[in-house]
């Protein structure tokens, strides 16, 4: 069951959602809500007790997906869609996951930058508002792009590992090619190739 912190809302089979916190029923806006919040929850099925939550963020993402302007291309989802299956579905879930973290991370920090500019009175003067906006855009992107460089590298030096990984493995196993006292190519040794 869930624990003691976290908020327990119960999906019926006639769809609807029950928050046992407040004894209500509530819609995805709310769980929406509580998302924005912050505010911890499991939903699960009334009967069952499978836990559903999954499955009811895919809910929002998709309704917020289907108005106003979406986050996920077609192309990018398609490109999701073909990591299902693949040996490396894991390690794109926590990629993803460790992506989004950091641009949370540099969310806040222009968040924290745009209040500190702002001052004690909790607004700037609209020109000063606008510059100030103006001048983060670049400053985003330039952070943006050393940050995807980065993390291109990482990914790349990520497969690289694992490729060495499985030639140290196969070595044993006399594969053409895998010269089995250095777990590499045979063509990487001097003479050969």
Not at 57 to 65: A, D, F, K, R
Request: aromatic share 8%.
């Amino acid at each position: 069951m869930a624990s003691p912190d976290l908020r327990l809302i119960k999906k019926y089979p006639n769809r609807r959602l029950y928050d046992t916190r407040t004894s209500s029923y509530i819609t995805l806006a709310d769980v929406k809500e509580l998302v924005l919040a912050h505010e911890g929850f499991k939903v699960v099925d009334a009967k069952s007790t499978e836990d559903l939550t999954r499955s009811i963020l895919m809910q929002i993402i998709l309704e917020e997906e289907s108005g106003g302007m979406p986050i996920f291309t077609a192309k990018m989802l398609e490109q999701i869609i073909r990591f299902y299956g693949h040996a490396l579905q894991g390690v794109m879930g926590s990629y993803l996951e460790k992506n989004i973290q950091t641009f949370m991370e540099m969310q806040n920090k222009v968040k924290e930058q745009s209040e500190a500019f702002m001052g004690s009175k909790g607004f700037a003067n609209q020109e000063a508002w606008s510059q100030f906006l103006a001048g983060q855009a670049p400053v985003m992107q330039k952070i943006m792009s050393n940050y995807m460089e980065q993390s291109q590298k990482v990914f790349l030096q990520m497969e690289e590992q694992m490729q060495s990984n499985a030639r140290s493995m196969m070595s044993g196993f006399g594969f053409p090619g895998v010269d089995p006292e250095s777990g590499s190519e045979g063509r990487d040794k001097p003479g050969k190739g």
